[in-house]
C-alpha cells in the first residue's frame, strides 16, 4: 500500500512569498491532518478535514494559512504572506477515521523563510 | 486540555544496551498514547499505542511501552539498542472523543558502537 505522498520535499522562499503544499493520503483515509513541526519542537496540529470538511483548524493561523480539500482527497496548505517564523516542516497525515486510529505520516516538506 | 513531557532532550547509549525514553502526559481522564519514531527527512512511524487493557503495550522493532496511571506515565522501552534505533522519539497524548494528537518535544537518541 502506498503511503502518504507529499511534494515539495524541500522549499525556500523569502519572507511575504507565498507557497503551497500538496499532500496526496492513503487511499481510502476519510480523515487527513496538516501539522507544523518546528526544530526543536513536536508537531503541532494546524488543521483536521474529516471527508472534504473541516473538523478543527483551532490553531491554523487563519490571516495567512489556508488548506482545502477538494472531492475529500488531496489536500492544498498555504501560507500568504509567509513570515520568518513559518520556517519548518509541513507534516501530513492521514487515518481512515478520526480519534483513536493510527495516523500515518508523509515525509513532511522542509519550508525554509529567509 | 492535554499536554506531553518529554524530560529528556537527548540520551546517548552504547548499542546492545537497554533504553528508557520517559513520557509524562496531563489529561484528566484515560488518554489515548501513542509512541513515534522519526528518522532523520523521514516522517513519523508509530511504534506502538495505548487505547485500554493491558497496560503493558508491545510494539514494532522489540519497542514496547508501560501505561502507569498513578503515574502519569508511559515510558518506551527496548531491552538491546541496535544501531539502527538512533532516530527522534516522540510521545503523543489523544483525547477520548477528540480527534487530534499532542506531541512532546521529543528525545533524540545517539547509539555508540
Known amino acids: 500500500e502506498a503511503g502518504v505522498a507529499q511534494s515539495p520535499r524541500y522549499k525556500i522562499i523569502e519572507k511575504r512569498q507565498s507557497v503551497a503544499f500538496w499532500c496526496n493520503p492513503i487511499?481510502?483515509?476519510?480523515?487527513l491532518y496538516w501539522y507544523q513541526q518546528i526544530l526543536g519542537q513536536g508537531p503541532k496540529l494546524l488543521i483536521q478535514?474529516?471527508?472534504?470538511?473541516?473538523?478543527?483548524d483551532s490553531q491554523l493561523p487563519k490571516d495567512r494559512f489556508s488548506a482545502e480539500r477538494l472531492k475529500g482527497v488531496d489536500s492544498t496548505l498555504k501560507i500568504q504572506p509567509a513570515k520568518l517564523e513559518d520556517s519548518a516542516v509541513y507534516l501530513c497525515?492521514?487515518?481512515?477515521?478520526?480519534?483513536?486510529?493510527?495516523?500515518?505520516f508523509g515525509p513532511g516538506t522542509r519550508l525554509t523563510v529567509l | 486540555a492535554q499536554s506531553v513531557t518529554q524530560p529528556d532532550i537527548h540520551i546517548t547509549v552504547s548499542e546492545g544496551a537497554s533504553l528508557e525514553l520517559r513520557c509524562n502526559y496531563s489529561?484528566?481522564?484515560?488518554?489515548?498514547l501513542f509512541w513515534y519514531v522519526q528518522s532523520p527527512g523521514q516522517g513519523l512511524q508509530l511504534l506502538l499505542k495505548?487505547?485500554?487493557?493491558?497496560?503493558l503495550v508491545q510494539g514494532i522493532k522489540g519497542f514496547e511501552a508501560e501505561f502507569k496511571r498513578s503515574q502519569s506515565s508511559f515510558n518506551l522501552r527496548k531491552p538491546s539498542v541496535h544501531w539502527s534505533d538512533a532516530a527522534e522519539y516522540f510521545c503523543?497524548?489523544?483525547?477520548?472523543?477528540?480527534?487530534?494528537?499532542?506531541f512532546g518535544t521529543g528525545t533524540r537518541l545517539t547509539v555508540i558502537p
Open positions: 497525515a492521514s487515518s481512515q477515521l478520526a480519534g483513536r486510529d493510527t495516523q500515518y
Open positions: 487511499s481510502g483515509h476519510a480523515t
Open positions: 478535514f474529516q471527508n472534504n470538511g473541516v473538523v478543527d
Open positions: 489529561y484528566g481522564a484515560t488518554p489515548y
Open positions: 495505548y487505547f485500554s487493557g493491558d497496560t
Open positions: 503523543a497524548v489523544g483525547a477520548r472523543g477528540a480527534n487530534n494528537l499532542f
